[in-house]
């Protein structure tokens, strides 16, 4: 019987190549889709899985208000949380603080011949020694237990050796770090594998926390004035950090009670397991992009439609043929056939089917997960000793087949045997009402991904293209010099270059700061209008730019006047963005310059207001940003070009050179800097748009296939029609009529729903472009053309049929 039902099974398939090759190759991508879907979904999902105590392993979060208002929510921390907690808290086991190297630094590898290796480096972190009893990370050299124990000791990645010290042993030997936090000769300790993709936290180098702990702020700090720290906990085997965060309201009142009580202020410290890190957006100073899990469900949603529409494509490939397999049936009905046998036997045909599916997905899955781990920036690949990637194949060989095979199955050995023996069987009409159905709900699938396809891109352009306030055309920025070697003669040095960039015929303006635009600011502290009390603080940030900044940026002042650098008074004053004027009361532009802010122990005069200007993406409203006048600054040079770049280039980087030796040309150009941001919502759009153009090829092979058995099973009333004078281009209308009407539904059930999810999606941006009639209208134009397109071919081809070889042949 088995034989029997691969005998009948094969000749089906080769029999009906076109329908054969389209229900597998339908079936083959979409099982592909899936299995790569999964695969990402489970990548993001297994964030910071490979740590050995990860169940145990939680980072502290600190929410904070200010007179019942929420202010703000993140990770940072005092130095001094971390061992209070393990002293106070018998249930905290151990804990780990780090401390980014803000800014990057240079690092160079002190070679004993030849001139040493430098690179600008930004992936530093200040880690306590406690940092791999907590964490998990692969050694290969050295013993990273011990390896952070004593001052000015490095741990760096397999890697970071490699770009080095090649092939030699790090081990023992020293590197310089010039312009960080923490300059100096470090010894490495240790080399460890590189840190796996699914960390939140990256790194390329570990230094020892007793190095950033000279810091003159952090030295007079009693550990809670500077938030500049990140606290890790380990809990006791079996501890509930439910019920250990009941304890920290009595540890906040504690330490900071009476601080915060002066302020009207009020924090709430939580546990996060480091489990949920990657995806829980929302924190500020996160160390790596994080994920919604909403965006995880709605790409496995993707994958379960894409998987819908090619079954739906077999169900409806399959159905369809049923008249034309009714004979076939009814003689074997009429032999004695059981229907049971029957529904095996059609069964088994889908089995074959969705075996011969799964395994060319397999090999289209393979060449898919590098598209998608280009876009990503990740690597990915099928792991097959998993045995949940089985599981998963075996699941969808089995729901495909009993799915697709099932209703066919049951439409085919139903049909009444005497009316297909006389003839009749044209005349049945199964599962017609059905078919529709289900394309319909293909054509609702691929419109909601087209138009969400269509939305996604339109935001990110306005985002692009969207005024910022300044103007990044053609700036080039670079960072400025950290080895430095006479630090007295280094601000006359800074200006000296500063002024020869100026000198090259093709730079128009040129200007220091300590940050720019996308790069976050330099300080964010507790602000309020002079005379006003100290619980009325609100949360502002300040960056340190040069005089010359304004200009180079060609930033818009309302009010006001930049600063004078002759006025000795102008170098305390600061400039203020129009979000300040409301958020701290002071009134309209003009009268703002009457007042004055008071930022931690500073009062300062306010000399100009600046149009509201987006130094963040426009993901987030205009924030309070105070503008602090520096003379020079040796973080970042930003030079508008005007001519040749390549030779511009060129020249910056000898000037650079000739006035700061030894250190490292590293430059890049604003808008491609800025634009990094939207990098979550790129990478977004770019996996939409891939997997609603394989659907939309999905849908589309299953529309050949319907439309060119619709036009097979027309013929005959094709001919009649143009015997009676009927036009090809009235045939073609009529018929694809049918289609086009399928669609129109398919757009008064799916624009509603794409309405919804784009509304709520471009929720999340505080600019974002208007839910305009264009956005549903085209996507529903352009899957009427690619419907009409994709069946007039077959329409076309029976229409023009000569109709006297039709009819004789009836």
Known sequence: MFKNYLTLAFRNLLKRKLYSFINIAGLAIGVAVCLVILKYVDFELSYDNYHQNAPNIYRTVTSSYTNGEFRSAGPLSGYAQGPLLVQDIPEVKTYVRTHPMYGGAVIS????AGEPLRFHEENIQFVDSTFFDVFTYQSIAGNPATALDKPNSMVITKT??????????????????????????????????????????????LLSFQNIMQNGQYKNDNGWGWYNFVTYIELQPGADHKEVEKKLPAFIQKYQGKDLAESNSKQVLTFQPVRDIHLTPGFNNESSATMSVNTIYFFV???IFILAIAWINYINLSTARAIERAREVGIKKAIGAFRTQLMSQFIFESVLVNFIGIVIAVLIAFMLLPVLGDIVGKRLAFDFTDIRLWGILLGLFVVGSLVSGAYPAFVLSSFNTTAVLKGGADKVSGGFSLRKALVVFQFVASLILIAGTFAIYRQLMFMRSQDKGFDMEQMLIFNGPSVIENRETAEEKLITLKNEIKKIASVENVATSASIPGGGFNWGTGMRRDGTQQEESKSGNVAWIDPDFLATYKMELISGRPWDPDRKSDREAMLVNEAALTTFGLGDAQHALEERIILGDDTVNIIGVLKNYHWNSLKSEHIPILLASDKVSRRNYSVRLSGNIPESIRQIEAKFKEVFPGNPFDYYFLDDFFDKQYKDDQQFG???????????????????????FTTTQKLREISIRKVLGASTSSIMSLLSSQFMILVLIASVIALPITWYGIDRWLGGFAFHINLTWDLFVIPSVILALIALGTVSVHILKGASTNPAKVLRSE
């Open 686 to 708: 770019k996996i939409f748009s891939l997997f609603a153009g394989l659907a939309i090829v999905i849908a589309c092979l299953g529309l050949w296939g319907l439309a060119s």
């Open 301 to 303: 949603i993707i994958s």
């Open 160 to 205: 970071t050796a490699k770009k080095y010290f090649n092939n030699e042993d790090p081990v023992g030997k020293t590197m310089t770090i010039s312009g960080g936090w923490a300059d100096g000769d470090y010894q490495v300790t240790a080399v460890i594998d590189d840190v796996p993709e699914n960390s939140h936290f990256p790194f390329d180098f």
């Open 109 to 112: 590898n002190n070679a004993s």
